[in-house]
């Protein structure tokens, strides 16, 4: 198995013809910031935002092929808090565990404006949606639990994990879903996003994420314009 390390160069997408697997360590992350640094920026950012909870997600230790269009992803346990706060300058080593959707419906897919208090890619358009990989729970059914919670949607079957990529500008690896929805969404979103909609022809709004922006070249093959 060639395992490639978690902070590639450059953003890389592993297209994926059957779920990644997922390979637990007991190595433990070594954060490169002092636990009083990162403990007093968490508590900032919980001030600045009491949506936010410190549950189990893991570290991405390394990614590899393992043939017939899988990939391998070892991780081991952490907490989000570790992730989050690198958005203040705190350096962790951390390399999240997230999983995305291109949740699709007659040729539109779904987008959300991420709330000006997300701790990653404030006030971004993006694919929605998206959340961490959490410990002892199925990505697939991850991600399907997202599309519920944060956009009121419904899965029309199944979701489809069909890539793998590292989004550079969050340090964090994410296992891409394809997810035709039942219907368009007609709940306001939940706290994580300030605004949702359907998008035609992969014409986001401004700003977008630069996670998005990779995401695409997987949306091109999955639904058609």
């Not at 899988?70 to 300058?89: K, N, S, W």
């Not at 208090?117 to 949606?129: L, M, Q, R, V």
């Not at 035609?200 to 314009?225: Q, T, W």
Request: net charge negative; proline share 8%; aromatic share 8%.
């Amino acid at each position: 198995m060639n395992l490639q390390p978690s902070f590639p160069t450059t953003n890389r997408v592993i297209w994926l013809r059957r779920p990644a697997r997922l390979v637990e360590s007991d190595v433990a992350i070594v954060a490169k910031a002092l636990k009083a640094d990162i403990d007093a920026a968490w508590n900032q950012m919980v001030r600045e935002n009491p949506h936010l909870t410190d549950g189990p997600c893991w570290h991405v230790l390394g990614v590899g092929r393992d043939g017939h269009g899988g990939a391998t992803i070892h991780v081991t346990r952490t907490t989000y808090r570790m992730g989050a706060v690198r958005g203040l300058g705190v350096a962790t080593g951390f390399a999240g565990l997230g999983t995305k959707a291109i949740a699709h419906w007659q040729g539109q897919c779904l987008i959300g404006k991420r709330a000006d208090t997300c701790a990653t890619y404030p006030s971004h358009w993006e694919f929605a949606p998206g959340g961490a990989v959490e410990p002892d729970e199925d990505p697939i059914e991850g991600i399907e639990r997202e599309l519920m919670e944060e956009c009121g949607a419904r899965a029309k079957m199944r979701p489809k994990p069909v890539a793998l990529l590292f989004d550079q500008g969050a340090g964090n690896w994410e296992i891409i879903h394809d997810i035709e929805i039942e219907s368009p969404p007609d709940t306001p979103p939940n706290w994580e996003y300030s605004d949702i909609k359907m998008m035609e022809g992969f014409h986001f709004p401004n700003p977008v994420s630069p996670c998005s922006m990779l995401m695409i070249k997987v949306a091109r093959r999955l639904v058609a314009v």
